[in-house]
């Protein structure tokens, strides 16, 4: 399988990985890695496998919570994301509700990445990202 997938209860240290090695190795802070969201509603999960198979480099990081994917894309700004998030669409025949977050330039921590992604998920796509919360939310 391409990509390697992550438990969801590690997203965040997931992430504070991928920030330690962008800080790292990336002088110039463009953007370093790309988070892209994806919901795979009404698509069957043997589906959904092969596509993550033929889509994604062994260099790419999946976590999911049920229908909601998330995607860590190292090396990958926005651009590169949107041509990952049109294969998608290609293999699936249908448009993927979907957005996109860049580090270090929508956020430098996990919980403003994360809250980027929540908030602008709700807002355009008119759907809550409920499981975040526990990324997201001060308790």
Do not use: W
């Amino acid at each position: 399988m391409a990509g390697i997938h992550f438990s969801f209860d590690n997203f965040e240290q997931l992430l504070k990985l991928n920030i330690g090695i962008s800080d790292r190795l990336d002088e110039n802070r463009a953007e370093s890695f790309t988070i892209l969201y994806c919901d795979f509603s009404d698509i069957d999960d043997e589906i959904i496998r092969t596509s993550l198979e033929n889509t994604l480099r062994t260099s790419d990081s999946i976590v999911n919570d049920g229908d909601d994917y998330f995607f860590v894309l190292p090396y990958t700004d926005k651009y590169g994301a949107e041509i990952v998030k049109k294969m998608f669409d290609d293999f699936f025949d249908k448009f993927l509700p979907a957005f996109l977050t860049s580090y270090p330039a929508d956020g430098e921590t996990p919980k403003l990445l994360l809250e980027n992604i929540q908030d602008s998920v709700s807002v355009l796509l008119k759907k809550d990202i409920h499981s975040l919360d526990r990324f997201t939310r001060d308790y």
